[in-house]
């Protein structure tokens, strides 16, 4: 579970959580830096006019009217001069606090603690009691005396700025927090979903080949993403077991025929005085040869047609001209193995094919029909035209097990498993390839008594 | 070994001209020792420019000619040869995949074309059907060999006096192999000339129409005139 964890923190779900988080807050917290600062700087600045338009307005009474008209405009009912009690009613009604001093710098009216610069300057007002700040400005008056003007800091100055400290608090202690917790679960239930997956794939890599990726039947894209794997997973296997009856067979095929030949040499060698002997042994080398030279033909050839080249050589076909030729060569085969081939071929029936390979697939179902059926068996061939062109081979009996019917046209299946019967195993999976590059099915009846072997082309038209 | 080849007629005085185009040395030699141990004469060359040369100062019989070659494809090699007017039989060689390559070797101008590996016996039947065909192709309407004789305008064949019951099929086979009298016919020349067929039946296929044809036209007469030559295929002869 440690090292789950681990691979969790380490894993690229969490790491993009973990950075669009950070990416967030420092995003928020940049927007509500800038709100504030635009928010204080306004509230200063509406300040700093009030306070200039207040002096500007001191100067005018005191040049424009007298010293006395300036005086008054400060004064409270008890005199010009303000008590610092006065300061908590302008600090309750927001008001300006006022100063005006003479050439020798003593307060003639407003109140006398407030002192401040020609330029605007931020400080505690001096008071017994409060302590709350002010920005104040002076102007000096020709003849030596000045004009203070000052004006507290709002309370919303101080709101605003303590929301900028809470914000960036709780951004950092709340939200990135929450960020890593979400990104931790988020992950978690990604890379569980991932992991599934890779741990099939490595357990088919250590060769457990039928190990599947879990499948949660949520039918979302990890189910998807499964469901993929496990398809290919299912046809690699598929092609794998092929590939393993193919090389077992073409390995059991080859062996009795290159063994047969070795005999041969052997004899030659032990009979080389004796020419007839000699040539007899030749002649059976040669023929165990041309079955070897036969084998690789046949995977050649299936080779090829599996590859779907040939489709481009497609020529019309007269196809109960082709079925009625084969079937009369076929006939005399038939008669002298003792059994009896009987043709009925439906007249006119083209379609686009490859005559040669059409030929090799009548020939192998011939063929098979010939080496398969019983003892004076009766074999039909038949070409019906319907809805599709179907050519038919079937013989009486006694048929294929059912057990075998399922792999009949796979590459080197023998229903006889000695493998001691004529054949290689590749006529029927020809017949099948052959089928396959016309667009048609091949198929056995499982409901015919004997081995009824069809094939279904398509009505071109 | 030369006891073997008698069984393909070699014979004397008809010393064949062979000219060959292979690469692979090992082919080559096996062909040129086999082809001179019937008794022709064979001229070797490994790549196609050297033999587009000697083709120009001497006449051969028929040409065997590699699918492959070094340097310049044989159906390339026999494009241009077509082209410097030779007309030459050539019999191509090809390595066992392709059944395309066929189809484009004839389409160049091939007469013939066998496929690796190939039967000494089934090459020498094959360039001497090549060899001997005439060059303008004049269709008789009557062939006859001893006393049996073809009229190919009904397709009846007669031995004698008495007319032959033959099948379509039989009537061809015959009318093949009298076309081609003292030479061996293999099976796989009567399967792509006589069937059309290109593929190889596991089965007696031609045996068996071979046997009932010889039933047909030698059996009731005593002398025989189609000969089987084993491991090669049939040679018919006058009797």
Redesign the interface.
């Known amino acids: 579970m440690l090292s789950t964890r681990h691979s969790i923190l380490g894993s690229s779900v969490f790491q993009r959580v973990l950075a669009a988080s950070g990416l967030f807050v420092l995003i928020s917290l940049a927007a509500l830096w800038v709100l504030i600062w635009i928010i204080t700087h306004n509230i200063i600045s509406n300040q700093d006019d009030r306070i200039a338009d207040m002096l500007a307005y001191g100067e005018e009474l005191f040049y424009g009217d007298s010293e006395q008209a300036l005086i008054d405009q400060i004064a409270f009912d008890d005199g010009p001069v303000w008590s610092s009690d006065e300061i908590y009613w302008i600090l309750e009604e927001e008001h300006q606090i006022f100063t005006f001093r003479n050439a020798d710098g003593d307060a003639v009216a407003g109140y006398p603690d407030l002192w401040a610069a020609t330029e605007v300057e931020r400080f505690v007002l001096p008071h017994p009691d409060i302590e709350e700040e002010v920005r104040a400005r002076s102007v000096q008056l020709r003849g030596g005396g000045t004009i203070t003007v000052g004006e507290f800091i709002p309370q919303r100055y101080y709101e605003a700025v303590s929301l900028a400290a809470f914000g960036t608090l709780a951004m950092i202690v709340i939200v990135l927090p929450l960020a890593l917790i979400t990104g931790f679960f988020l992950s978690r239930g990604v890379f569980n979903r991932i992991e599934g997956v890779s741990e099939t794939a490595a357990a088919v890599a250590r060769g457990e080949m039928t190990s599947r990726a879990p499948v949660t039947g949520r039918l979302d894209e990890f189910d998807r993403l499964s469901l993929g794997i496990n398809q290919m997973l299912d046809r690699v296997d598929t092609l794998n077991s092929n590939i393993e009856a193919v090389s077992v067979g073409v390995a059991h095929d080859l062996k009795t025929p290159l063994a047969n030949l070795g005999g041969r040499l052997e004899l030659i060698r032990r009979d080389l005085q004796d ?1 007839m002997a000699v ?1 007899a042994h030749v ?1 059976a080398a ?1 023929n165990h040869l041309s079955q070897v ?2 084998i ?2 046949a995977i ?2 299936l080779g ?1 047609v599996e590859a779907g ?2 489709r481009a ?1 497609f020529v019309d076909v007269d196809l109960s001209q082709l079925v009625r ?1 084969l079937g ?3 006939a ?2 038939f008669e ?1 193995a003792d059994k009896t081939l009987s043709i009925d071929v439906a007249p006119g029936v083209d379609l686009r094919g490859d005559p ?1 390979l059409l ?2 697939l009548l ?1 192998n179902l011939l ?1 098979n029909a ?2 398969h059926s019983r003892d004076a068996a009766k074999v039909h061939l038949r070409l019906v035209r319907g809805d599709t062109i179907n050519l038919h081979v079937a013989d009486d009996g006694p048929g294929i097990a059912p057990p075998d019917r399922d792999r009949i046209f796979d590459r080197f299946f023998r229903a006889d498993s000695s493998r001691t019967s ?2 290689n195993g590749l ?1 029927l999976s020809l017949v099948k390839a052959i089928a396959d590059l016309h667009g048609a099915q091949a198929t056995l009846d499982p409901e015919a008594e004997g081995a009824h072997f069809s094939v279904m082309f398509q009505q071109d038209i | 070994m030369p ?2 080849m008698r069984r393909y007629d070699g014979k004397p005085g008809s010393m064949m001209k062979i000219l060959i185009v292979e690469d692979d040395t090992e082919t080559a030699d096996y062909l040129t020792r086999g082809l001179r141990e019937a008794g022709w004469e064979v001229t070797w060359h490994g790549a196609p420019q050297e033999a587009m040369l000697t083709l120009a100062a001497r006449s051969f019989d028929a040409i065997i000619l590699d699918r492959m070659l070094p340097g310049m494809d044989g159906v390339d090699a026999l494009r241009l040869m077509r082209g410097a007017q030779i007309t030459t039989p050539v019999l191509m060689l090809t390595a ?5 390559d066929r ?1 484009e070797g004839l389409e160049a101008g091939a007469d013939d074309y066998l496929v690796k ?1 190939f ?1 000494l016996s089934e090459l020498i039947a094959r360039l001497k059907s090549l060899a001997r065909r005439p060059p303008i192709a004049v269709e008789a309407t009557h062939l006859r060999l001893g006393d049996l004789h073809l009229d190919r305008i009904a397709r009846q064949a007669t031995r004698g006096s008495d007319r032959l019951d033959l ?1 379509p ?1 039989e009537y061809r086979l015959l009318e093949y192999l009298i076309q081609h009298p003292g030479q061996v016919v293999t099976r796989s020349m009567l399967l792509e000339k006589v ?1 059309g ?9 031609v045996q ?2 071979m046997s ?1 044809l010889r039933a047909k036209v030698d059996k009731p007469y005593g002398q025989e005139m189609i000969r089987t030559v ?2 090669a295929g049939y040679v018919i002869d006058a009797p």
């Not at chain 2, 066992?96 to 395309?100: A, K, L, Y």
């Not at chain 2, 067929?197 to 296929?205: A, G, Q, V």
């Open positions: 020419s040539s002649e040669e030279l036969r690789f033909d050649l050839r090829e080249g040939r050589a030729d009369e060569a076929y005399p085969v002298d040669e030929q090799q020939a063929e010939l080496e004529p054949g006529g | 006891k073997l066992r995949s392709g059944i395309e189809v590996p039967a099948s099929l069937w067929y290109r593929f190889d039946p596991k089965t007696s296929l068996t129409h009932r084993r491991g």
